[in-house]
């Protein structure tokens, strides 16, 4: 399976932006659904956002109106633009590269295939 790898993480102050990137290896992944997730001290890692191999992207309602889910099939890459951000936001996130996305309830499941992930902190 894919073993995807994410940058872009870092300390930012309450309000500021970041980017991350997640790249993966491997062939097809212009097929593949792709999804970020996160996982803050002591809590389980929880769905971000996902985009299908055709453009559909959906959001956890936490961050909904304020990331931004893309890919860039030329180059094997997924991004997460994190705007507004805020101390709640803090979590190392992960993405996700072949799982399934279900068309009815817009549900993902990823596969079981995870990086190091990149640790993003805001600071109030």
């Known amino acids: 399976q894919v073993q995807p790898v994410e940058s872009g993480g870092g300390l930012v102050q309450v309000g500021e932006t970041l980017r991350l990137s997640c790249a993966a290896s491997?062939?097809?992944?212009?097929?593949?659904?792709l999804a970020w997730y996160r996982q803050a001290p002591g809590s389980q890692r929880e769905f971000v956002a996902t985009?299908?191999?055709?453009?559909?992207?959906k959001y956890a309602d936490s961050v909904k109106g304020r990331f931004t889910i893309s890919r860039d099939n030329s180059k094997n890459t997924v991004h997460l633009q994190m705007n507004s951000l805020n101390p709640e936001d803090t979590a190392v996130y992960f993405c996700?590269?072949?799982?399934?996305?279900?068309?009815?309830?817009?549900?993902?499941?990823?596969?079981?295939?995870w990086g190091q992930g990149t640790q993003v902190t805001v600071s109030a």
């Open positions: 491997g062939n097809g992944f212009s097929r593949k659904t």
């Open positions: 985009i299908s191999r055709d453009g559909r992207t």
């Open positions: 996700n590269v072949g799982g399934t996305l279900l068309p009815d309830s817009g549900r993902y499941y990823p596969v079981p295939s």
